[in-house]
Protein backbone atom coordinates (compact mmCIF):
# COMPACT_ATOMS: atom_id res chain seq x y z
CA UNK A 1 0.00 0.00 0.00
CA UNK A 2 1.50 3.56 -1.29
CA UNK A 3 0.99 7.00 1.20
CA UNK A 4 -1.92 8.20 -1.23
CA UNK A 5 -3.51 5.19 -0.50
CA UNK A 6 -2.71 5.21 3.08
CA UNK A 7 -3.69 9.01 3.26
CA UNK A 8 -7.37 8.15 1.50
CA UNK A 9 -7.95 5.47 3.65
CA UNK A 10 -7.26 8.04 6.49
CA UNK A 11 -9.72 10.78 5.13
CA UNK A 12 -12.19 8.02 4.68
CA UNK A 13 -11.87 6.74 8.25
CA UNK A 14 -12.40 10.18 9.90
CA UNK A 15 -15.07 10.79 7.16
CA UNK A 16 -16.79 7.74 8.18
CA UNK A 17 -17.19 9.29 11.71
CA UNK A 18 -18.29 13.06 10.57
CA UNK A 19 -22.59 12.20 10.99
CA UNK A 20 -22.10 10.41 14.31
CA UNK A 21 -22.23 11.97 17.89
CA UNK A 22 -18.40 12.73 19.19
CA UNK A 23 -18.92 10.92 22.56
CA UNK A 24 -21.79 9.04 23.92
CA UNK A 25 -23.14 7.98 27.59
CA UNK A 26 -23.32 4.63 27.88
CA UNK A 27 -23.48 1.29 30.07
CA UNK A 28 -21.10 -0.75 28.91
CA UNK A 29 -20.67 -4.24 30.99
CA UNK A 30 -17.32 -5.96 32.13
CA UNK A 31 -15.42 -8.37 29.79
CA UNK A 32 -13.03 -9.12 31.71
CA UNK A 33 -10.41 -8.13 34.84
CA UNK A 34 -6.79 -8.99 35.05
CA UNK A 35 -4.75 -7.59 37.66
CA UNK A 36 -1.25 -6.38 36.22
CA UNK A 37 0.92 -5.99 38.65
CA UNK A 38 0.69 -5.25 42.90
CA UNK A 39 -1.60 -2.67 41.60
CA UNK A 40 -2.21 -2.06 38.46
CA UNK A 41 -5.32 -3.79 36.51
CA UNK A 42 -6.93 -3.76 33.19
CA UNK A 43 -10.52 -4.12 32.78
CA UNK A 44 -11.80 -4.77 28.92
CA UNK A 45 -15.95 -3.47 29.07
CA UNK A 46 -17.87 -3.73 25.98
CA UNK A 47 -19.11 -0.76 24.63
CA UNK A 48 -19.29 -0.72 20.49
CA UNK A 49 -20.21 3.08 20.32
CA UNK A 50 -17.42 4.22 22.42
CA UNK A 51 -15.02 1.84 20.48
CA UNK A 52 -16.11 3.33 17.25
CA UNK A 53 -15.86 6.86 17.97
CA UNK A 54 -12.01 6.51 19.52
CA UNK A 55 -8.89 7.48 18.68
CA UNK A 56 -5.41 7.51 20.19
CA UNK A 57 -4.97 9.61 23.25
CA UNK A 58 -8.43 10.21 24.64
CA UNK A 59 -9.94 9.31 27.51
CA UNK A 60 -14.06 8.16 29.06
CA UNK A 61 -14.92 8.52 32.09
CA UNK A 62 -16.27 5.22 33.63
CA UNK A 63 -18.60 5.57 36.82
CA UNK A 64 -19.63 2.75 38.94
CA UNK A 65 -23.81 1.98 38.63
CA UNK A 66 -23.86 0.94 42.33
CA UNK A 67 -22.47 4.29 43.55
CA UNK A 68 -19.09 3.39 45.76
CA UNK A 69 -17.93 6.64 44.46
CA UNK A 70 -19.69 10.27 43.63
CA UNK A 71 -18.17 11.25 41.05
CA UNK A 72 -16.55 8.95 38.03
CA UNK A 73 -12.85 8.05 37.34
CA UNK A 74 -10.89 9.33 34.01
CA UNK A 75 -9.36 6.94 32.14
CA UNK A 76 -7.29 6.57 29.07
CA UNK A 77 -7.58 4.61 26.06
CA UNK A 78 -5.39 1.40 26.54
CA UNK A 79 -6.47 -0.52 23.45
CA UNK A 80 -9.61 -0.29 21.06
CA UNK A 81 -11.06 -3.18 19.29
CA UNK A 82 -14.11 -2.17 16.96
CA UNK A 83 -14.95 -5.41 15.60
CA UNK A 84 -15.72 -6.69 18.65
CA UNK A 85 -16.52 -3.57 20.66
CA UNK A 86 -14.16 -3.69 22.96
CA UNK A 87 -12.25 -0.70 24.80
CA UNK A 88 -9.41 -1.54 27.11
CA UNK A 89 -8.63 0.63 30.24
CA UNK A 90 -4.73 0.16 32.63
CA UNK A 91 -5.65 1.79 35.92
CA UNK A 92 -3.85 1.76 39.04
CA UNK A 93 -5.40 1.38 42.27
CA UNK A 94 -4.58 4.56 44.34
CA UNK A 95 -8.33 5.21 46.55
CA UNK A 96 -11.87 3.93 46.79
CA UNK A 97 -13.01 4.90 43.50
CA UNK A 98 -10.07 2.85 41.70
CA UNK A 99 -10.26 0.43 44.34
CA UNK A 100 -14.00 -0.42 43.73
CA UNK A 101 -13.54 -0.47 39.89
CA UNK A 102 -10.42 -3.22 40.48
CA UNK A 103 -13.09 -5.37 42.29
CA UNK A 104 -15.28 -5.77 39.55
CA UNK A 105 -16.16 -9.36 37.37
CA UNK A 106 -17.29 -10.14 34.33
CA UNK A 107 -21.27 -9.27 33.51
CA UNK A 108 -21.08 -6.34 36.00
CA UNK A 109 -22.14 -2.91 34.20
CA UNK A 110 -20.35 0.54 34.52
CA UNK A 111 -21.18 4.06 32.76
CA UNK A 112 -19.11 5.01 30.52
CA UNK A 113 -19.09 9.06 29.24
CA UNK A 114 -16.90 8.83 25.74
CA UNK A 115 -14.67 9.17 23.99
CA UNK A 116 -13.36 12.48 25.28
CA UNK A 117 -10.86 14.86 24.86
CA UNK A 118 -8.47 15.41 21.92
CA UNK A 119 -5.58 12.82 21.08
CA UNK A 120 -2.22 12.44 19.59
CA UNK A 121 -1.02 13.95 15.76
CA UNK A 122 -2.82 11.26 13.36
CA UNK A 123 0.32 11.22 10.98
CA UNK A 124 3.49 11.17 11.95
CA UNK A 125 6.34 9.94 9.60
CA UNK A 126 8.79 8.55 12.44
CA UNK A 127 7.45 8.62 16.13
CA UNK A 128 9.41 8.20 19.00
CA UNK A 129 7.04 7.36 22.08
CA UNK A 130 8.19 7.57 25.88
CA UNK A 131 6.17 7.05 28.67
CA UNK A 132 6.50 5.83 32.46
CA UNK A 133 4.06 4.53 34.85
CA UNK A 134 0.51 4.36 34.02
CA UNK A 135 1.51 6.91 31.32
CA UNK A 136 2.75 3.87 29.12
CA UNK A 137 -1.18 2.95 28.67
CA UNK A 138 -2.33 5.94 26.29
CA UNK A 139 1.08 5.28 24.71
CA UNK A 140 -0.10 1.44 23.86
CA UNK A 141 -3.13 2.34 22.15
CA UNK A 142 -1.33 4.83 19.79
CA UNK A 143 1.20 2.12 18.99
CA UNK A 144 -1.37 -0.05 17.83
CA UNK A 145 -2.85 2.40 15.99
CA UNK A 146 0.14 3.46 13.75
CA UNK A 147 1.14 0.27 13.64
CA UNK A 148 -1.99 -0.98 12.08
CA UNK A 149 -0.93 2.15 9.58
CA UNK A 150 2.79 0.94 8.44
CA UNK A 151 4.34 3.58 11.00
CA UNK A 152 7.54 2.74 11.82
CA UNK A 153 7.06 3.25 15.67
CA UNK A 154 10.00 2.97 18.79
CA UNK A 155 9.31 3.31 22.65
CA UNK A 156 10.97 4.07 24.99
CA UNK A 157 10.10 3.49 28.47
CA UNK A 158 11.23 4.47 32.13
CA UNK A 159 10.39 2.89 35.73
CA UNK A 160 11.64 3.06 38.63
CA UNK A 161 12.87 -1.30 38.74
CA UNK A 162 12.56 -3.70 36.29
CA UNK A 163 9.23 -4.85 37.96
CA UNK A 164 7.36 -1.87 36.20
CA UNK A 165 8.30 -2.77 33.34
CA UNK A 166 6.03 -5.07 32.66
CA UNK A 167 4.68 -3.33 29.80
CA UNK A 168 7.38 -4.75 27.11
CA UNK A 169 5.34 -7.71 25.83
CA UNK A 170 2.46 -5.34 25.11
CA UNK A 171 4.86 -2.97 23.07
CA UNK A 172 6.74 -5.67 21.48
CA UNK A 173 4.14 -6.60 18.67
CA UNK A 174 3.54 -2.97 17.68
CA UNK A 175 7.07 -1.00 18.11
CA UNK A 176 10.42 -1.40 16.13
CA UNK A 177 12.81 -0.34 19.48
CA UNK A 178 12.27 -0.24 22.57
CA UNK A 179 14.62 1.56 24.99
CA UNK A 180 14.44 0.73 28.66
CA UNK A 181 15.25 2.99 32.00
CA UNK A 182 15.31 2.57 35.03
CA UNK A 183 16.02 4.01 38.37
CA UNK A 184 17.97 1.27 40.19
CA UNK A 185 19.26 -0.16 37.24
CA UNK A 186 17.52 -3.63 37.09
CA UNK A 187 16.57 -3.04 33.87
CA UNK A 188 17.81 -0.89 30.83
CA UNK A 189 20.10 2.37 31.42
CA UNK A 190 20.77 3.33 34.58
CA UNK A 191 18.53 6.79 35.34
CA UNK A 192 15.49 8.28 34.05
CA UNK A 193 14.57 8.52 30.67
CA UNK A 194 16.78 11.76 30.09
CA UNK A 195 19.76 9.64 30.74
CA UNK A 196 19.40 8.29 27.42
CA UNK A 197 17.05 10.11 25.45
CA UNK A 198 20.12 12.65 23.84
CA UNK A 199 21.83 9.50 22.68
CA UNK A 200 18.83 8.52 21.00
CA UNK A 201 17.85 11.66 19.43
CA UNK A 202 21.40 12.62 18.07
CA UNK A 203 21.45 11.97 14.48
CA UNK A 204 17.91 10.45 14.26
CA UNK A 205 15.34 11.23 11.96
CA UNK A 206 12.28 11.26 14.36
CA UNK A 207 10.01 14.05 13.52
CA UNK A 208 8.06 14.28 16.69
CA UNK A 209 8.49 12.73 20.49
CA UNK A 210 5.14 12.08 22.04
CA UNK A 211 5.30 11.66 25.95
CA UNK A 212 2.82 10.92 28.78
CA UNK A 213 3.76 9.74 32.38
CA UNK A 214 5.00 12.37 35.23
CA UNK A 215 4.92 16.45 34.66
CA UNK A 216 8.66 16.29 35.80
CA UNK A 217 9.61 13.33 33.43
CA UNK A 218 7.15 14.81 30.53
CA UNK A 219 8.91 18.95 31.15
CA UNK A 220 12.27 17.45 31.23
CA UNK A 221 11.66 15.81 27.56
CA UNK A 222 10.54 18.74 26.58
CA UNK A 223 13.46 20.48 27.48
CA UNK A 224 15.79 17.71 25.70
CA UNK A 225 13.69 18.13 22.66
CA UNK A 226 14.01 21.66 22.08
CA UNK A 227 17.39 21.23 22.24
CA UNK A 228 17.26 18.66 20.09
CA UNK A 229 14.84 20.49 17.73
CA UNK A 230 12.55 17.66 17.73
CA UNK A 231 8.68 18.70 18.14
CA UNK A 232 7.52 17.34 21.50
CA UNK A 233 3.87 16.81 22.35
CA UNK A 234 2.49 16.04 25.77
CA UNK A 235 -0.61 14.27 26.96
CA UNK A 236 -1.61 15.56 30.65
CA UNK A 237 -3.10 14.12 33.82
CA UNK A 238 -5.35 16.20 35.88
CA UNK A 239 -8.20 15.24 38.24
CA UNK A 240 -11.27 15.96 36.31
CA UNK A 241 -15.10 16.39 38.00
CA UNK A 242 -17.29 16.37 34.84
CA UNK A 243 -14.66 16.02 31.84
CA UNK A 244 -16.80 17.95 29.57
CA UNK A 245 -14.99 21.48 30.67
CA UNK A 246 -17.87 22.94 32.79
CA UNK A 247 -16.71 22.40 35.82
CA UNK A 248 -12.85 23.94 35.00
CA UNK A 249 -11.62 21.38 38.08
CA UNK A 250 -8.71 20.46 35.23
CA UNK A 251 -7.86 24.49 34.18
CA UNK A 252 -4.03 24.75 33.39
CA UNK A 253 -2.26 27.78 32.44
CA UNK A 254 -0.62 27.87 28.32
CA UNK A 255 0.82 30.39 26.29
CA UNK A 256 -2.85 30.58 25.13
CA UNK A 257 -4.37 31.18 28.45
CA UNK A 258 -6.65 29.24 30.29
CA UNK A 259 -6.92 25.86 29.22
CA UNK A 260 -9.37 22.79 30.30
CA UNK A 261 -7.11 19.33 30.10
CA UNK A 262 -10.15 17.49 29.49
CA UNK A 263 -11.57 19.41 26.92
CA UNK A 264 -8.18 21.02 24.98
CA UNK A 265 -6.39 18.02 25.59
CA UNK A 266 -5.18 15.90 27.31
CA UNK A 267 -2.89 16.35 24.57
CA UNK A 268 -0.68 19.58 24.01
CA UNK A 269 2.07 21.08 22.09
CA UNK A 270 4.71 21.07 24.97
CA UNK A 271 6.06 24.57 23.94
CA UNK A 272 2.24 25.41 25.12
CA UNK A 273 2.65 23.94 28.08
CA UNK A 274 3.43 26.37 31.32
CA UNK A 275 5.25 23.03 33.93
Known amino acids: MDLREDSRNLTEEVAS ?32 SIALRSRPGQFVQVGIKQGAALLRRPLGLAEVDTMNGNIVLNYRVLGRGTEALSRLCPEDMVQVLGPLGHGFTVNPAKPLLVGGGMGLSPLLYYAKWLSARKVDVDIMMGGRTAEELFWQKDFAACTKNIYLTTDDGSLGTKGYVTALLPQILTGSNYDRVVVCGPEIMMKNVYEVCKQKLVPCEVSLERRMGCGLGACLSCSIDTLSGRRKVCKDGPVFPAEEVFF
Open 17 to 48: LASLPAKVDVEASVEKQEKLSKDVYRMTLKAP
